[in-house]
């Protein structure tokens, strides 16, 4: 069915698919807002100092819209030529990666749920990049086509099972491989961390698989140009890890931390193509048995923005 319903959505023109990814986006906002309580409430959460209520569920609103356009994308990258993809998707800023692999140790390419984070990835991928992906689970019937979509483009797919040895093969060989830092993660494969002054669990693998490893991170983030179905991919220069610390798993918060401030600049900067629906602060809401640093204790007691 899927497959059907992206042969259709490819053939419309580019407008037309985005025109009904922005009528979806609205049906979602005003008709079936799902999760858009949590949506208003975790963009006050972060940014209820810096935006009025107006500007949040303007954010918000447009957010809706951006989805349902990556939705739309989604299904038509499998249609995509190398030439289209050229087209929409500018990718600024490779020749950091490429000096990254000449170290001959990997890279570890780290970004965040903004705008359509798989197309950056794939339009890496169909441009010949080694390039692998750490992917959660969902619906089967979704789970299987996103599959589909990505390693067609030549992406190679990380479950979340038994990931450690595989990423460090990867690294060995020289490959790239993607983490997404900024969802909320089961207490036995994250560490407590800062994120927009409140706590949040958070992946340490940038760092933990960088200091073992000796692989490059290097930061990346895709946002959504104006016109519609158009992307801008900004690859940063390399992330120099910092050892203050004596002790590892310090070090690996430190950095962890440092990586956290990038994420929380990029969202800054486009607050409407940030996934604010995830339910990205669980340990802020229920700290109960988390191991927080001391730290951080002060955040422990300190009431959420959210209303």
Known sequence: MLNL????????PLSWAMALGRCLGWVWFNIIPVRRKLALQNINRALGHELSATQQKQMIRELYSNFCMYIMEILRIPHMSLEENKKLVQIDGWE???????RGKGVILVATHLDNVDIGGCSMAMRGAPIAVVVKAMS???EAFISMVRENTGVTIISRN????????????NKIVTLVIDQHLAMHRSIVCEFFGQLASTTPAPARFALETGATIIPAVINRKEKAGYHHVKVGPSFALETPYEDRDL???????RLN?????WIRETPNQW?????RWKVQE???GWDIPESLMKLKTEKSNAS
């Open 140 to 142: 089967k019937n979704a």
């Open 5 to 12: 319903f992206s042969r259709f959505i490819a053939f419309l």
């Open 162 to 173: 038994g990931t450690k040895n595989y990423i460090k093969e990867l690294l060995a060989e």
């Open 261 to 265: 401030r990038i994420a929380e600049s």
């Open 251 to 257: 070090n690996i918060r430190h950095n962890t931390e």
């Open 96 to 102: 950091h990666v490429d000096a990254a692999l000449a």
């Open 275 to 279: 996934w604010w629906f995830h339910k």
């Open 286 to 288: 229920d700290p109960e």
